[in-house]
C-alpha cells in the first residue's frame, strides 16, 4: 500500500510540473518558409532525369563503339616489314660506314 501511495505521490509532482508551461513560440517568418518549402516539393523540375531511355541509348552507343573498334583492329591488313632486318635497313644499322672501320 505504501507503494501506491508514492505511486500517486510522484504522479502529482509530476502534474504540478507542468503547470507553469506555455506554448512555444515560432521563429518570425516560420509559416512562410515552411509554406515554401512544400510548394517548392511539387514543382516538377525540368533538367535531366536518368529515365530507362536514356539510359539504354547511351549503353548502345558504348556498345557499338566497342564492336565497330574491335572490328577495325581484327580487320586491317598487317605488314611483314616490322622485322628487325627491316628496321636496321630502314635506319642504316645494317651498312659499315668508313668511319667505324679502323
Known amino acids: 500500500m505504501e ?4 505511486n500517486e505521490e510522484a504522479i502529482e509532482r509530476t502534474l504540478q510540473s507542468l503547470e507553469g508551461i506555455q506554448p512555444a ?3 518570425p517568418f516560420f509559416y512562410t518558409r515552411l509554406q515554401a518549402r ?3 516539393k511539387f ?3 525540368t ?3 536518368w529515365r530507362p531511355i536514356y539510359v539504354y541509348a547511351a549503353l548502345g552507343l558504348v556498345l557499338l563503339l566497342n564492336f565497330a573498334t ?4 581484327t ?3 598487317t605488314k611483314n616489314t616490322s622485322t628487325v632486318d627491316s628496321f636496321a ?5 645494317n651498312s659499315v660506314s668508313s668511319l667505324d672501320t679502323n
Not at 507503494?3 to 508514492?6: F, S
Not at 635497313?89 to 644499322?93: A, D, F, I
Open 25 to 27: 513560440e515560432p521563429n
Open 75 to 77: 580487320h586491317t591488313p
Open 38 to 40: 512544400m510548394e517548392q
Open 43 to 45: 514543382v516538377k523540375k
Open 47 to 49: 533538367g535531366w532525369q
Open 70 to 73: 574491335i572490328y577495325t583492329l
Open 3 to 6: 507503494k501506491h501511495y508514492n
Open 89 to 93: 635497313n630502314e635506319y642504316g644499322l
